[in-house]
Each structure stands twice: as structure tokens, then as C-alpha cells.
């Protein structure tokens, strides 16, 4: 008798059955054996305690993932073993749900299918598909470069809760306090009594920086998508208000609503925004809530990016200009032409007096230590970036030869980094508006 139950279709039954359905018979027709609780579970067996030796004899387990699977704890449970016995998972996307929760117990090598833009009949007939390939020995076929990103695209990354990026974090801190220091400084100096909303705060460190024993700011309050970020902003800055909200969906405005209430103010003195915008898509969203509990008289302090502004040389070869180009297009980096697009979201939500304070942080003048660690800051998190995407999609030959290309070349650019006249500029970019 055969152990192997096949592929196992994790999914939430009453959202997901007539697709499950559709699905099984077309396994059917290529003879793709498969298990789905509605159809394999006998009367008078008990589900709790089936689906666990299900799983362990499974070859494959698919997640239909959908805002209701991704609620079910069944589903996270199924999901979670899986992973725990190491079997691979591969997940079917099907609508624009929240992927923190369920997906996030995902190692880097599952895979996904995106099926979000397709019709119920057509989610069937792909995943199908995929799956009878997937039993045939083949590779599941993907776009190449499908997963590079060329333009502003929906951020479902993680921050705080990965660990490349929170890394990425804590070294741009230092990076970031030296390129503007002095232009906050200058700013800062000019309010009183102020509030002040750090949006995306993360663990409100970047901006703590700036903050620091300046008496004009009467309260720190720190939003961010995040909860682990702002848990461990709540440990470091007891003083600060933290709260959890995505600032691209329509619950924002009211949940500003609700800390202008609780705080007792009309609204805020600063709006303080550093390293979110080339992450989100639709930026002019965001802006216009903002504008609308801005004070009387405050300011957007605004820090972004733009790699179109970065320079290096000597470059004879163009190694660093294609680097660059490289991380414009890895979506973990977000939109690298984000700074440029600042003005005119300032002047569309009617700000005046919009200023670029400071722009780019370049190595002139650093000590060889000090351009290890900015090297590292822009060149390694390229590398793994290209990293994580061909863990994910790891049939991509375009990903795999940037990924390749930069191994190749990493070592002779950091070394050509480090001389004291190599010159690098990276496009930071500081802007105000009142
Ligand atoms: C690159 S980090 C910048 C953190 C901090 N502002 C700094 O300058 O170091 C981007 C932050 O924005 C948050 N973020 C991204 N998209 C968001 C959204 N839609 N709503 C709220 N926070 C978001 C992330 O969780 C992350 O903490």
C-alpha cells in the first residue's frame, strides 16, 4: 500500500471548497494524488487527530492562502507542522490578504504562486497546472526577473521582523544622524511645545536620535505598521505614545483621530516621515491624510532616497553604476526614486516653503573603518537581497546571474571602496515644508 497521501491542500473550507473541488479534478485527470479533509476525512474520524499523520505523509503542502485561511488557527496549525517536518510548502495566493500572520512561519525556500488576479475557473486551471509539473519533475515555470521591481510596488515586506532588515536598520541609524544632524538641529530649535509623529517609527531609535534632550518636543508619538517594533519602542522610550496602524489603509485617519484625542490636541507640530516613502504605493494617499492633522504653522520633515543621485568614482568599468542599478530594481530596497518625487507631493497637498535641507552623504573625509560599514550599508544589503530572491524563486536564471555577477564582483569593490580617494555619494535627500 502507498503511505504517500500526495499533496496535502491546506485551506479554510467554506471560502475555498468550490475551488478545491475544481481543483481535485483536474489532479485528477493527470493523476496527482491529493488529500483535502471535506472530501478524506470518514465520518466518526476525529480531524485532530488525522491531519498530523496526513501531514507527515505527505509530499507537498499547499496553502490556499486567502484573509480567511490566513485567520484560521487550523490552517496556521496545519502550516506549522508542515514546516516543522520540513516538508515543502507551496503557497497559492488568492486575494490581497495580510501575509504576516500565516506566511510568516514560512521558510525562505517555500514558494509562492500568485493566483490574485485571476478568476475563480483560472486559479483552478494554474494551480492545477503547477501542481501536475511540479509531480512531473518540473520546475514550476516563473517570468524571469519577476520578482525585480521597477517601479513603486505594494509593500508586503517585513522590517522589524527580519532580521537582514532590522541589521539594515541599526547600521543606516548612525549613517543617517551624521548626514542630517545639524539641518534637524536647526529645525528643531524653531518649535515649542511641540508634537511631534514620527511615521513608520519603527522602535522610534532613528528619530530618538535627533530628539535627544530637546526640550521644544512635549510628546513623541511613533506609528508603525509593525507590533514588535513598537513593542520594543515602548521598552527603549516609556515617554513616547506608540501605535500600531497601516498608514495606506482608511482605519489611519481615524486612528490619528483617536490619538489627537487622547492626547487632547487638534493636531500635530511636526509630521516627521524618514525611510517610508519609497516602501509605499501609492505615497500621495498618505500625504493627503497627513496634511489634514498638520497644525496651523507645522512642518513635514520628509527623509528619503533617490539612487539616482549617487555617484561613484573612479568607476572605469561600471561595476558600481550596474551595482546601483541592481538594487534600483530588488524590491526589498523599495522605490529607489522616491526622493525626487517629494516636492511635488509636498506642493499637491498645498504645503509652502518646501526646502531640500541636505542632500546626499558621500565618503569624503571618512576614516577606512567608517567606509567598511557605509560600503556595507548600501553594497551587502544588495547582495542579500539577491540573496533572499533566488531562495525564492530559485529557477529564475536572471536573478541567479545578477546574483552571481555580484558575488563576483563584490570583493574587488570593496576593496576599491576602502582607498582613501574612491569617492561615493549616496542620495539621502532632507526635506522640509511649512
Ligand atoms: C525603512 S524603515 C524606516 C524606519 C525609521 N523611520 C527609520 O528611519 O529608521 C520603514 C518603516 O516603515 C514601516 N512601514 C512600512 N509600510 C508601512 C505602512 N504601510 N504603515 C505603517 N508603517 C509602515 C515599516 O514597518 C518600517 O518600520
New binding site residues.
Partial sequence: MDASTGIFISHHTHSTEELVRALSDLLETCGVKHWFAERDIRPMENYAEVIPGVIERCELLVLLLNEESNASRQVLREVQYAERLKKPVLVARLDDCDESQTIAYLGATDQQLDLRSLGAEQKAQKLAAALCAWKAGEQPEVEPGALFQYERAE?S????GDEG?RE??QS??EF?YEFAHEEYDALLSSVRDAVFL?????TG???MLFLDGRSEIRQYVG????AA?LEKGRELFPQGLFCQ?????DA?DDALREIEQTLDIDGFDVIH????LL??KEPQILMDTLRGHLNEGGRFLI?DIDDGLNVAYPDPDGVFGRAVEICAQTGYS?FRRSGRQIPQLLYDVEMEDVRLLKQGLSTVGMPREKRTAFFNLYFWFILDDLRKMHAQAPQDKLIESEWQWFEKNYKDMKNQFKKKGFFFNLGFLLFSAQ
Avoid at 223 to 226: G, P, Q
Wanted: with cysteine; charged share 30%; aromatic share 8%.
Fill in positions: 509593500n515586506l517585513e522590517f522589524y532588515e539594515r536598520l543606516q541609524r543617517i514620527d511615521v513608520g517609527c519603527s531609535e532613528q528619530a506609528v508603525d505598521k509593525e517594533a496602524c497601516d498608514c495606506e489603509s489611519f516621515i524618514s525611510m517610508l516602501h509605499l527623509l523599495g
